[in-house]
């Protein structure tokens, strides 16, 4: 049995570059004399040559790994790395900032953010190897994340500039992370109470399939910073002319139109699943199913819902992955969600408090992902060939 095979991964390998050359570059990390002052490229071979090297070193095992079957351990090798290079900005950002001023803040640079890419960039080669095998695959994202989790409730990290600014904001950041939660998955599952049968609905009548899809992809043409705009004046008008809404906090701003729109914008991906799932499904199967007596809900519920639930269930994790990103823009007209901070710091010029609210979004996203991936192998039926559960 050969370690290194003939056949190479250029996707891993380009990232294995790509993490390379972010050790290399003068601004690994950067300092700044205040939070607002102009920042100066700190270099990792400046404050850590035995980081430097461990890193290369992890670089060189990735590209043989490239080479070889052994993609979740390269995968793994792949999350960890950008892990190292935080832990190493952790351990040396206090005598950093010490060497430049009272005031100083650390930031994470060009380089630990490339490294960051770049591990991506290795770990998407590696789930992509591993497509067959849905657990290891969502494992891949999950314990680098739970590993940095770990850091991050250990202190570790505390003297970064980030983390300075999240001391200052910690209670406003658990209340708008919980909003964000609350709006994206709420508005998923309207979306898939709606959505699923709509797509039932458009498979059993072709009269019923145009406009519905002519409606759900009209939707998602609407950028959605204007589809909160159009909401807001309807809304309005039925909150002055029924003042039990009002009540209920349904207003022109605020978390109502941001649910609308988020649900509205869910539909597209898990009709069109559900529409696609049970068109696929052999005309034998059904007659099969007809023949042995049942009715046609007993064929809905025991035979093409079990049947299509992957490729359905890879429309929720669209639509879930979507609405995590868009409750973002939900900031913009008071429904709040980790959006705030993001507006917040683009008003400000502080980049770390952008991303205060940005990093939290993205590894939301990949949570969600991940979890849908995990719940898609879950209850996927023993024995069905679920190449279609991938979008």
Do not use: C
């Not at 705009?229 to 906090?249: D, H, N, V």
């Not at 052999?282 to 639930?309: C, H, N, Y």
């Not at 980790?338 to 990093?359: E, I, S, T």
């Not at 992902?369 to 719940?375: G, I």
């Amino acid at each position: 049995m050969k370690f290194i095979g003939r056949r190479r991964d250029v996707m891993a390998i380009l990232g294995m570059a790509i993490m390379l050359f972010s050790l290399v570059i003068p601004g690994f990390l950067s300092v700044k004399e205040t939070r607002i002052s102009e920042a100066l490229p700190v270099s990792l071979g400046s404050f850590s040559i035995v980081g430097l090297l461990s890193l290369a070193a992890a670089s060189v095992a990735i590209f043989f790994l490239s080479y070889s079957k052994y993609a979740f351990l390269m995968g793994i090798v792949a999350g960890l790395v950008p892990l190292f290079g935080f832990f190493l900005a952790g351990s040396h950002a206090l005598s950093i900032a010490s060497a430049t001023g009272p005031f100083a803040r650390v930031s994470p640079s060009t380089g630990l953010w490339l490294l960051l890419l770049a591990g991506y960039i290795v770990v998407f080669a590696a789930r992509r190897r591993l497509k067959d095998k849905k657990v290891l695959s969502a494992f891949l994202v999950l314990i680098p994340i739970a590993s940095f989790l770990i850091m991050l409730v250990s202190g570790h990290l505390k003297e970064l500039a980030i983390m300075k600014e999240y001391a200052n904001r910690s209670d406003r950041f658990l209340e708008e992370t919980v909003r964000h939660l609350m709006i994206a998955g709420g508005a998923v599952v309207s979306g898939v109470i709606i959505g699923v049968p709509l797509g039932i609905v458009a498979n059993r009548s072709p009269k019923i399939e145009k406009p519905v899809f002519g409606v759900v992809n009209f939707i998602q043409t609407i950028p959605s910073i204007a589809l909160f705009g159009l909401l807001i004046a309807p809304l309005s008008y039925l909150s002055r002319s029924l003042p039990f809404l009002r009540e209920i906090g349904i207003t022109g701003v605020g978390w109502a139109p941001a649910m609308i729109a988020l649900i509205l914008y869910s539909l597209l991906p898990i009709v069109r699943n559900t529409y696609s799932s049970l068109k696929v499904i052999p005309v034998d199967t059904v007659e099969a199913a007809r023949a042995m007596g049942m009715s046609r809900f007993q064929v809905l519920g025991k035979v093409e819902i079990p049947i299509s639930l992957p490729v359905v269930l890879a429309g929720v994790r669209t639509a879930a992955v979507q609405a995590v990103g868009n409750t973002t823009m939900a900031a913009l007209i008071g429904a709040g969600g980790l959006g705030v901070f993001v507006f917040q710091g683009l008003g400000q010029a502080a980049m770390d408090l952008v991303l205060l609210g940005a990093l939290p979004i993205v590894a939301l996203a990949l949570i969600v992902d991940s979890l849908m991936q995990l719940l898609i192998a879950i209850l996927t039926p023993r024995g069905l060939v679920s190449e279609g559960a991938d979008d």
